[in-house]
């Protein structure tokens, strides 16, 4: 049966590609996206588009007695960029814990389901024994990571209070189609630009540091299993001691920025050489996440080669980069 479902975000890459995703299925969809780095012309066809910011509490508990019965709401609005958090944290706080605030009095209203759009790369901070489960201590290292880890308390505690059946979605670096070149995965498409451009791949650091690149479609495919899951009590369980159900959506395979840039050149068919640069302050240098728990529990895969994955994002920025 279709559901009336929320995408924030959802003018963005990861949530205009779930908003296709759930249009397909025959979900009433709306979008809520104050354009800020979405695109409206990314919105499907046949979803309903709201321009909101969701830190704007009251206006947005005002739309969703306008929209409503809401059943489920996938929240995945942020504020992403982790330079932009160290730089300003009050305005990183205000989109990533507000706003979530707001979605959950918003989706009050109608008992709705929250699917919360979270991180794992931010949250873990580096992963020196290899992929992270999710029992891994949480040690973010920037405010944008401490911000994501607040919102999942948030999220908790609404549900221990109220009764709300919400799940936490801890991403690994997605790329694909659609990806602009802010926050950890965005190397891909500055990497996929420069190949369409006929430049050299510039390197910070010695190359080495590892990432876990999750493709679009995979993410998309997992967070729409969890929110079946909460719908259809499948996840009971995980709720009973009054927690949450958290999953680790990734590979667990571990991709340098040097691995990355061969493959990309592979992917393009062209080999372009590197340049190195300075290290970047505080990066992390290794990131890969444990995603055992969400194949098991969600019957997902994460498996598209990141050769593959890279040709489709090189194939869409080709319509989007001047060569």
Not at 173 to 194: C, L, S, T
Not at 205 to 222: C, E, M, N
Request: some cysteine.
């Amino acid at each position: 049966m279709a559901d009336r479902v929320v995408v924030t975000g959802g003018a963005g890459f990861i949530g205009s590609t779930l908003a296709d995703a759930l249009v397909a299925r025959g979900d009433d969809v709306h979008v809520i996206d104050n354009l800020a780095t979405g695109r409206r012309d990314q919105v499907p066809n046949a979803a309903t588009f709201h321009e909101l910011d969701i830190s704007d509490v009251d206006a947005l508990h005002d739309l969703a007695a306008e929209i409503g019965p809401i059943a489920r709401w996938y929240h995945l609005a942020a504020q992403a960029d982790v330079r932009v958090s160290v730089t300003d944290p009050a305005f990183d706080a205000r989109v990533n814990v507000i706003g979530t605030i707001g979605v959950l009095r918003a989706a009050r209203l109608h008992d709705a389901i929250v699917i919360f759009a979270s991180t794992g790369g931010a949250i873990y901070g580096e992963c020196s024994n290899g992929p992270a489960p999710e029992s891994t201590p949480e040690l973010p290292e920037s405010p944008y990571g401490a911000a994501k880890l607040a919102a999942e308390v948030f999220l908790g505690q609404d549900a221990r209070l109220y009764g709300g059946r919400h799940t936490v979605m801890r991403y690994a670096n997605v790329y694909g189609p659609r990806q602009d070149p802010h926050g950890e995965a965005g190397v891909v498409a500055i990497f996929g630009g420069r190949v369409l451009r006929g430049e050299p791949a510039r390197i910070f650091g010695d190359g080495t540091q590892t990432r876990d690149y999750v493709y679009v479609g995979d993410v998309v495919a997992a967070t729409i299993a969890a929110a079946d899951a909460a719908a259809d009590g499948s996840d009971a369980d995980l709720r009973a001691a009054g927690t949450l159900p958290i999953y680790n959506i990734g590979t667990g395979n571990e991709t340098s920025v040097l691995e990355l840039w061969d493959t990309t050149e592979r992917a393009a068919g062209t080999e372009l050489g590197r340049e190195f640069h300075a290290a970047r302050d505080g990066e992390v240098l290794r990131s890969v996440l444990d995603a055992s728990h969400a194949r098991t529990r969600l019957g997902v895969t994460f498996d598209t080669p990141l050769e593959q994955g890279l040709k489709a994002t090189i194939e869409w920025l080709d319509t989007r980069v001047e060569a």
